[in-house]
């Protein structure tokens, strides 16, 4: 635990699988004197008070952000907009305003034109996550070892910007800054793009007439099971994020049907040595991957297996 905390106050807004890890986290180090939190249904309020995870369950948007110090908005990117002119008249002097979106450059156009100029803007996206969402969802470790990517307007107040980065550090992050513009470049390739390819191989087997759902299901071998883990995330998210980062997305797109091209050229010609060098360089990068820290190297992806010959339990 801080002898003291970093924020007084600490405002979430919507309380899913980022702001409950985030909540879950600032509780247990200490970092907020008091967490505050809203989400839209009351069914999801409820069970946030009883899980017992903050201080207090607000009903509104700007009820949370009355006087808090840290407001983060752990909501779709397309809402933003909306919620930072709901609050706005609510933001104390010196306020830190963030959010966790995963695309940045419409979110900056969505929520700059409304916050108040005595306030603080940084927005962020925590590179971290789960298929899973809704309250229950969320782990305190969720960030440890993971990336914060922050995205400061120019001009923005740079010990807002490191008081924001210190706070993600506390939970494990590590830090990165950029502008909103290269983020979306970025995660086009590294998350976007990935989930837009998941949710086409998934639709895709899924109506093929010579294949039943059964034999889907039951013959899922390891790419396609790993496939439908991406393809199970937030719908609604996952809708936002394309329609706000459509013109990045569609770039890496292209580059992507241009390698795609390049492969079919090579299975329809027989071309072993094109498709062996292609698989040796692409498999480089996994080993990258593990080699910084940012994933395992155990079989499997770590997954545990059932040992032979003991019962299921």
């Known amino acids: 635990m ?3 905390p970093m924020f007084r106050k600490v405002a979430l807004i919507g309380f ?33 008070r009883e899980l017992g995870i903050v201080d207090r369950v607000v009903e509104s948007n700007a009820e949370a ?8 908005l752990c909501i779709p990117v397309g809402a933003c907009g909306d919620v930072a002119k709901e ?12 959010d966790v979106g995963s695309v940045k450059g419409a979110v900056v156009k969505a929520m700059a034109p409304y916050l108040p100029e005595d306030v603080h803007f940084v927005p962020a996206h925590p590179v971290a996550g789960t298929e899973n969402s809704g309250p229950d969802s969320g782990f305190a470790e969720l960030f440890i070892n993971r990336w914060c990517i922050l995205t400061p307007p120019e001009g923005t107040n740079a010990e807002a910007t490191e008081k924001l980065a210190a ?3 506390a939970l494990g992050a590590n830090v990165e800054i950029m502008t909103p513009e290269h983020h979306d470049l970025v995660l086009a390739v590294t998350s976007h793009l990935p989930h837009l390819i998941a949710y086409t191989i998934v639709s895709t087997a899924e109506e093929l007439e010579g294949v039943t759902q059964s ?12 496939f439908t883990r991406i393809a199970a995330s937030d719908p609604t998210m996952w809708r936002d994020v394309f329609l706000t980062n459509k013109d990045a997305v569609l770039e890496m797109l292209g580059e992507f049907q241009e390698d795609l091209s390049k ?14 060098d292609h698989f040796t360089r692409t498999r480089a990068i996994r080993r990258g991957i593990v080699q910084i820290g ?11 297996h059932k040992q032979l010959g003991k019962a299921p339990e």
């Open 167 to 169: 706070f993600w550090r």
């Open 215 to 226: 034999e889907v299901l039951k013959f899922s071998a390891g790419g396609f099971r790993d």
């Open 2 to 4: 801080n002898s003291a």
């Open 87 to 98: 609050i706005a008249p609510h933001l104390k002097h010196g306020a830190i305003v963030s």
């Open 65 to 72: 952000a009355d006087g808090a110090d840290l407001v983060i």
């Open 294 to 304: 940012q994933d395992e190297a155990a079989p499997d992806f770590g997954r545990r």
């Open 16 to 48: 899913g699988l980022i702001g409950g890890s985030i909540a879950r986290g600032a509780k247990s180090l200490g970092l907020a004197g008091e967490i505050v939190t809203t989400a839209r249904s009351a069914e999801t309020r409820a069970r946030v």
């Open 263 to 276: 492969l079919t050229r090579a299975i329809r010609r027989g071309d072993g040595d094109a498709l062996f």
